[in-house]
């Protein structure tokens, strides 16, 4: 399965969602969008907060799953945590600019 690009091929920069298609109907609707915070994750940050999720927010269980010790996991979520709040604070200020 193809993986949705987040960032530009070619500068970097946060890719935009522009149109979006249902696939019944054919209604298509476009304008710009910013992805979600969670959708603005590497892909492993993404797999690492779905198995999360499995695993009831336990990160002790984590811990065991991947084979780290606890202080590693929760560094992990913590550092997770932290670009998401980056994302949505730059989402914010992208909002304001507009305004």
């Known amino acids: 399965m193809k993986v949705l690009p987040t960032r ?12 979006l298609v249902c696939e019944q ?6 304008g ?3 992805l979600p915070a969670l959708a ?5 940050d993404q797999a ?4 999360f999720i499995k695993a009831s927010g336990s990160l002790k269980e984590m811990a ?3 084979r780290l010790s606890y202080p590693t996991v929760r560094n992990r979520l913590d550092d997770i945590i932290e670009r998401i709040k980056l ?3 730059s989402e914010g ?4 600019e507009k305004l």
């Open 32 to 34: 710009e969008y910013e």
């Open 48 to 51: 690492f907060m779905l198995e």
């Open 40 to 44: 603005r994750l590497s892909s492993d």
């Open 93 to 96: 200020n992208e909002r304001e």
């Open 64 to 66: 065991r799953l991947l």
């Open 8 to 19: 530009c091929p070619s500068c970097n920069s946060q890719l935009k969602v522009k149109s």
């Open 87 to 89: 994302a949505e604070k």
């Open 25 to 30: 109907c054919r209604t298509e609707i476009q």
